[in-house]
């Protein structure tokens, strides 16, 4: 008990459980919404051999590990010869170390997760939608419904259940704002910005062989999660849907 004493009464504490909470919620939202509007895409394509190659497109940076992703997002924004920074000073701007400064570092954070991970959470959602009826669809036309109304009357409808299970283990993930990822990228001039649960258990943990200290911080942690889990799941069923038990 202590130790929790300690870790709550540490300033750093509150500034890296904001810094956790922030860096989730953007890559939740963006990680929820974006699969799923990708989804309604691939599904009307009709034209087989563009639509496989275009999911193989997006599908393979899941499978390319952190450390190599991130060394290439650090070589394109390296800034003396990073393809983006040669851009800029092509068109006559200045440099910008983006990985360095705290005004641009959470959104590469966003923007790069996303890249790697949006066609990945297409594949759940696309089966989803192999297994909506035809005859909706032929229903919806016959009623005069477009391609976008059919979406949103038909489709989304049909997959809500798959949309809300995932939902509910986003939540649960929402203190799991990527190790790997901010460890590989950031430094100590972002740690006001970037520095994570994880990143500071791992530092204060492993580093600076802190083991008390740091479980304490991971625990608390897996607390939070557990609640949110729970809670989503008896918001989910109170409204009339299907939780996860």
């Known amino acids: 008990m202590d130790q929790f004493v300690r870790l709550f009464q540490s300033p750093d504490f509150y500034e890296i459980l904001r810094n956790t909470f922030i860096i989730s919620l953007y890559k939740l939202i963006a990680g929820f919404s974006v699969p799923i509007f990708l989804s309604l895409l691939l ?35 390296n800034p003396v010869d990073g393809m983006v920074n040669v851009m800029i000073k092509g068109t006559g701007g200045s440099p910008i170390d983006f990985l360095n400064d705290a005004s641009y570092f959470r959104s590469i954070l966003v923007a790069s997760d996303l890249y790697k991970e949006v066609g990945w959470g297409t594949i759940i959602y696309l089966a989803a939608m192999a297994g909506v009826n035809p005859e909706l669809y032929e229903a919806a036309r016959m009623d005069g419904a477009n391609k976008a109304r059919q979406m949103w009357h038909v489709t989304l409808p049909a997959i809500r259940p798959v949309i809300i299970i995932l939902v509910i283990l986003s939540l649960a993930n929402i203190l799991e704002a990527g190790f790997q990822q901010i460890y590989l990228m950031y430094s100590p001039l972002v740690y006001d910005v970037a520095d994570i649960i994880d990143t500071y258990v791992f530092r204060v943990g492993i580093q600076d062989a802190d083991y008390s200290y740091a479980t304490a911080a991971g625990v608390f942690k897996s607390f939070v999660a557990m609640v949110l889990i729970i809670s989503a799941n008896q918001i989910v069923k109170k409204c009339g849907q299907e939780g996860l038990w």
Request: proline share 3%.
């Open 43 to 77: 599904n009307e394509l009709k034209h087989m051999v563009f639509k496989r190659i275009t999911q193989s497109v997006i599908y393979m940076p899941h499978f390319v590990s952190w450390v190599i992703f991130s060394g290439i997002v650090v070589t394109f924004l």
